[in-house]
């Protein structure tokens, strides 16, 4: 059974940080593709970031610069670090692995609040 625990959301004001994790067990995640996706009220989620299997990652041009993705494959955890946090990147945050071959998964999600 596959299960993907998100942890790291919180309250944080402008300009600070904040660092989720995703941590998944019944997946391997060095045949993953990994990524994290967003939702924030009345809007659809979107990409916030991902990571191929070769380790290439891609980044919404509302977070690059502010937001790194990362993987560890030995822990069969991706992380989002995300730097410089405006407002509007006030979401639900979700981890997504798409095993090779195999369907994909998301996590429960994981809330970021960002005050002004």
């Known amino acids: 059974q596959v299960q993907l625990v998100e942890s790291g959301g919180g309250f944080v004001q402008a300009g600070g940080s904040l660092r989720l994790s995703c941590a998944g067990t019944?997946?391997?995640?060095?045949?993953?593709?990994v990524g994290w996706y967003r939702q924030a009220p009345g809007k659809q989620r979107e990409l916030v970031a991902g990571m191929t299997r070769a380790g290439m990652s891609n980044y919404a041009d509302s977070v690059k610069g502010r937001f790194t993705i990362s993987r560890d494959n030995a822990k069969n955890t991706v992380y989002l670090q995300m730097n410089s946090l405006k407002p509007e990147d006030t979401a639900v945050y979700y981890c997504?692995?798409?095993?090779?071959?195999?369907?994909?998964?998301w996590g429960q999600g994981t809330q970021v609040t960002v005050s002004s």
């Open positions: 019944g997946i391997n995640f060095r045949f993953s593709a």
């Open positions: 997504h692995v798409d095993p090779l071959g195999s369907v994909a998964y």
